[in-house]
């Protein structure tokens, strides 16, 4: 049975998830784990993601850290299961975004995928997005053609909605090709914000936007970015939603209670998913949660109540755990570049056409 190994580091720099499946003509979550960013690495890796002195260097032992993190949980996650280095067929390793401009012809994750050989002795394939970028892509969303295989259906149209740092739709329809896109913040100003006002890495179940109220006003200047009314192939990072965006819009308004900004900042998630996904879908009859935002009861709440006549549930009701949709995403991108498979979707991401994606480092 090939198994396979995806290894994901999101945008929201809260660790490492770690997946192992097996893939044969379906994919199966035999086992995972998770290991924690450490606090040094976190702050040094979202330090790179704007410019800054002697960053070529800083980025090169970033990546190594990374890299040892990921090497050691990985071999962890090995001996928990009995397995050997020469039972794993691939690891499939997105790395950890540090820029991400497509409009100006690159994207970078970092991740040194040499050095992660060696310390496993297994052969690795990382590198998938910039494959898409050179032929004319985003380089993401990635992960709607492994949606596509993994939860598409002969009747039904079927949304998958991923919350990480930033949302991304994939869209399902019988028959047509999947289309896929990033709405725009997911966890990413939530993180931030409460991390600003309260020192805090993210707010549990959303308890904190809960206690707020939305306000109108702060939610049409949010709303008001250029990028929401884009239609897709789009993608977006840190390079636009970030603290200093929020605060530049805070600064025009009197001061407002920090929980209120909270719960404006869920409602612009969610408009900004439900935005997009009625003006691209004009039927929807389930979307499928994954990702952190699938826990946060705040903005579940508010995405059913926005689409009441859509069946809204996390993908665990399709007996697949959100958490690790991604890192299974990876490890399957990881098959597809060893079996010659295309991995991108030009209706995705816009690219000229078809192409294996990754680069292959040998164990």
């Avoid at 999101?10 to 490492?16: A, I, P, V, Y």
């Avoid at 691939?90 to 050989?117: D, W, Y």
């Avoid at 250029?226 to 390079?239: I, L, N």
């Avoid at 699938?294 to 069946?311: G, I, P, Y």
Wanted: hydrophobic letters at 45%; proline letters at 5%; a negative charge.
């Amino acid at each position: 049975m090939p198994l396979y190994l995806g290894v994901m580091s999101g945008t929201s720099l809260d660790g490492l998830d770690i997946a192992l499946i097996e893939q044969e003509q379906h994919t199966r979550l035999l086992a995972t784990l998770y290991r924690p960013m450490p606090d040094r690495l976190r702050s040094e890796l979202l330090a790179l993601c704007a410019s800054g002195a002697d960053e070529l260097a800083r980025a090169a032992m970033a990546e190594q850290q990374w890299v040892e993190l990921a090497a050691a949980a990985i071999n962890e996650l090995l001996q928990q299961q009995n397995l050997t280095p020469q039972q794993i067929r691939a690891i499939g390793s997105h790395g950890q975004t540090v820029r991400h401009e497509p409009a100006r012809g690159f994207t970078i994750q970092i991740g040194n995928p040499a050095l992660l050989a060696e310390l496993t002795a297994i052969g690795v394939v990382a590198d998938f997005r910039r494959r898409d970028v050179a032929a004319g892509g985003q380089g993401a969303p990635l992960v709607p053609a492994f949606h596509q295989a993994l939860f598409g259906d002969s009747a039904r149209h079927i949304a998958v909605l991923n919350v990480g740092g930033f949302s991304n739709l994939s869209l399902l329809s019988p028959g047509q090709d999947v289309l896929g896109f990033d709405s725009g913040p997911g966890n990413i100003l939530l993180d931030a914000w409460i991390q600003h006002c309260q020192g805090l890495a993210y707010d549990r179940d959303g308890a904190w936007a809960a206690s707020g109220r939305v306000h109108p006003e702060l939610l049409n200047r949010l709303l008001s970015d250029p990028f929401f009314a884009t239609q897709g192939p789009k993608s977006t990072g840190r390079e636009l939603f970030n603290l200093a965006w929020l605060l530049g819009h805070l600064q025009a308004l009197p001061p407002l209670a920090a929980e209120d900004v909270q719960a404006t900042l869920v409602e612009l998630t969610v408009r900004s998913i439900v935005g997009a996904l009625r003006s691209a879908q004009g039927r929807t009859d389930a979307l499928l949660v994954c990702g952190g935002g699938a826990h946060n009861a705040c903005l579940m709440q508010r995405l059913s109540e926005l689409l009441a006549d859509t069946e809204v549930s996390s993908t665990a009701a399709q007996g697949v755990d959100p958490d690790w949709v991604e890192a299974m995403a990876f490890a399957w991108l990881a098959h597809c570049a060893l079996e010659g498979i295309p991995g991108n979707r030009p209706s995705v991401t816009g690219a000229k056409g078809l192409r294996i994606l990754g680069a292959i480092y040998p164990a």
